[in-house]
């Protein structure tokens, strides 16, 4: 019997490290100064703290394109598009594979469904939200998919997303983590 790998050890957290994620996640332009004195600790504790986060590889600092902040929603650049994509038995790899090398396809996740996936896309118009459709329905092992575009934003937060990616998953499957 094969052993089942082992999940990465990741170092333990504790509420500071979830607040100085949190303060980041919020503006992460913030200062380690300013998070220091907001959570009455040294600059060098944040710094530190950080550091370790970073390494472990569960905090990344990146930029975030916020959409909703853009201009209307018939502004250039500003259409989202969601597409349930329902794969035939034995094609789920081989669709997100497909899914993954569009451009547009900004976001992939596997849904609570079997077979089923969801993709996020981010369009400069409305004649590509046909365009991308068109081009997932062409992809080998799709059994179903249907599309949703967003209307209008009510809430939105930039910084959400997946907590680990499907390579940062291979990665430490691959002992690279």
Same mark, same amino acid.
């Given at each position: 019997m094969t052993? *089942?790998? %082992?999940?990465? $050890?990741?170092?333990?957290t504790d509420t500071l490290d979830r607040?100085?994620?949190?303060?980041? !996640?919020?503006?992460?332009?913030? %200062?380690?100064?300013?998070? *220091?004195?907001d959570l009455g600790v040294t600059e060098g504790t944040v710094r530190g703290r950080v550091k370790r986060l970073q390494a472990a590889g569960l905090l990344k600092l #990146?930029?975030? #394109? @916020?959409?909703?902040?853009?201009?209307d929603a018939t502004s250039a650049g500003q259409h989202m598009m969601f597409i349930t994509i329902k794969c $035939? %038995?034995?094609k789920l790899d081989q669709v997100r594979e497909g899914l993954l090398a569009l451009?547009?396809?900004? *976001?992939?996740?596997?849904a609570n469904a079997a077979l089923r996936l969801i993709a996020v896309c981010v369009l400069p118009s409305l004649a590509d939200a046909a365009t991308i459709t068109n081009r997932v329905l062409a992809l080998d092992g799709i059994r179903e998919a249907e599309t949703e575009l #967003?209307?209008? +934003?009510?809430?939105?937060? !930039? &910084?959400?997303?997946?907590? &680990? +990616? #499907?390579?940062d998953l291979n *990665?430490? &499957? @691959?002992g690279e983590g």
């Open positions: 052993e *089942a790998p %082992s999940l990465p $050890a990741f170092p333990a607040q100085i994620a949190e303060a980041l !996640a919020e503006d992460a332009r913030l %200062s380690f100064r300013k998070i *220091a004195a #990146v930029p975030i #394109v @916020d959409i909703a902040r853009g201009r $035939a %038995s034995g451009h547009e396809v900004r *976001a992939l996740y596997d #967003v209307l209008q +934003t009510v809430k939105y937060n !930039a &910084a959400i997303g997946p907590i &680990a +990616t #499907v390579e *990665a430490f &499957a @691959d």
